[in-house]
């Protein structure tokens, strides 16, 4: 049976670390997060689609973490897409945060369709 791992973090949809040094460990026939902190297997499964579906059901997801954290500048969750302004490099999770800062006749003066210094963006890695 060959086995592959690589360096992860388990973290909420807080932001908050569960795991901060954990290994994913994954064969054929098994799938794994090891917490080095804690000397143990903390979620064990057959598949990673399994383990997934186990840490979704939690409010968990895995995070490599050398992965650089995106926080909405104003409630401070972690973000995977939202609202990116150059000049200060704010950035806001949605539409709500957003207008708690600025309105929204001046995000779109500052957006200025698409040629100015805010605008919409995902950070997904590929």
């Known amino acids: 049976m060959n086995f592959k791992s690589i360096d992860i973090q388990v973290v909420d949809d807080s932001g908050a670390i569960v795991v901060q040094n954990g290994i994913l460990v994954e064969s054929d026939q098994f799938c ?41 500048s104003e409630c401070g969750i972690t973000m995977q897409e939202g609202f990116y302004f150059e000049s200060d490099g704010t950035q806001y999770c949605s539409e709500e945060c957003l207008t708690k800062v600025i309105t929204w006749d001046e995000y779109l003066a500052i957006h200025d369709d698409g040629n100015g210094g805010a605008y919409w963006t995902e950070w997904y890695d590929v």
């Open 32 to 72: 794994a997060i090891y917490d080095i902190d804690e000397g143990h297997f903390k979620f064990v499964c057959t598949t990673s689609f399994e383990l997934n579906i186990m840490l979704a059901t939690q409010d968990l997801r895995m995070k490599d973490p050398e992965e650089e954290e995106r926080l909405c």
